[in-house]
């Protein structure tokens, strides 16, 4: 499955990173790639979690990131 993280920054100067097909996964930065990282991070500790308890099956990831 793929993942694409979106990126933009925020009219207050922070920048917001989030996977929509992984509803809750959004992070914020002070940098694009603080963001990026935070995001890619909670959207990988959400598929651990839903393969542990058995929500999905186990299959091949790709994540990509697209400035919005």
Known sequence: MNYNIEYEREEDGR???????????????????EAMTKAEALALRVLAE?????ECSPMPISIAFAAV
Do not use: C
């Not at 917001?16 to 940098?31: C, F, K, S």
């Open 50 to 54: 839903r393969l542990e308890m058995a």
């Open 15 to 33: 920048w917001i990173a989030e996977v929509h097909t992984l509803p809750g996964v959004m992070a914020y930065g002070t940098t694009a790639d």
